[in-house]
């Protein structure tokens, strides 16, 4: 919903309302609104000017730590999405996918004895379906492999 809320509404209609009366209401001797409203003066009498703000629109604000809060919350939120997408796109790549990249790896001598079983483990992909873990691992070594070795395995991503 990105609608402004009534208070909010209320907030900027009050702060408008005062602008628009500092701004209308030049010093004596200023005729040219527009004028008036470029200078640092009007700037400085809308600033001083104050739109009460209403309890329900306060209310609405948030804490320093409600924001902090709400950014950890939402990094959380997107590793966890991230992790799932990861898996998805693992699991859907399928074990002959994995198969291929592990025989690729191999004819190169680009893997280790980690890097082997884990691979490996991909390849039984649907009997045996890779943890978290191991999905963080196989899309870490795809990657190295593809920018260190240029290899030509790819990662569709699942979105």
């Not at 959380?76 to 198969?99: C, H, P, S, T, Y």
């Amino acid at each position: 919903d990105q609608a402004l809320s009534r208070a909010m509404e209320e907030a900027l209609t009050k702060a408008g309302r005062t602008a628009y009366e500092v701004l209308t209401k030049p010093p004596e001797g200023m005729r040219n609104v527009t004028e008036w409203a470029k200078k640092q003066a009007c700037w400085d009498r809308v600033r001083s000017s104050s739109a009460p703000l209403s309890p329900a629109f306060v209310a609405e604000l948030l804490s320093l730590d409600e924001q902090q809060e709400r950014r950890r919350t939402a990094r959380r939120d997107q590793r966890q999405l991230d992790g799932i997408e990861a898996q998805m796109a693992v699991v859907n790549a399928g074990g002959k996918f994995w198969r291929e990249v592990t025989n690729w790896g191999q004819e190169r001598q680009l893997l280790g004895t980690k890097d082997l079983g884990i691979l490996r483990r991909a390849g039984q992909i649907p009997a045996r379906m890779p943890t978290e873990a191991q999905v963080r691992l196989l899309t870490a070594l795809l990657a190295r492999l593809q920018e260190q070795h240029d290899c030509p395995y790819e990662l569709l991503s699942s979105g």
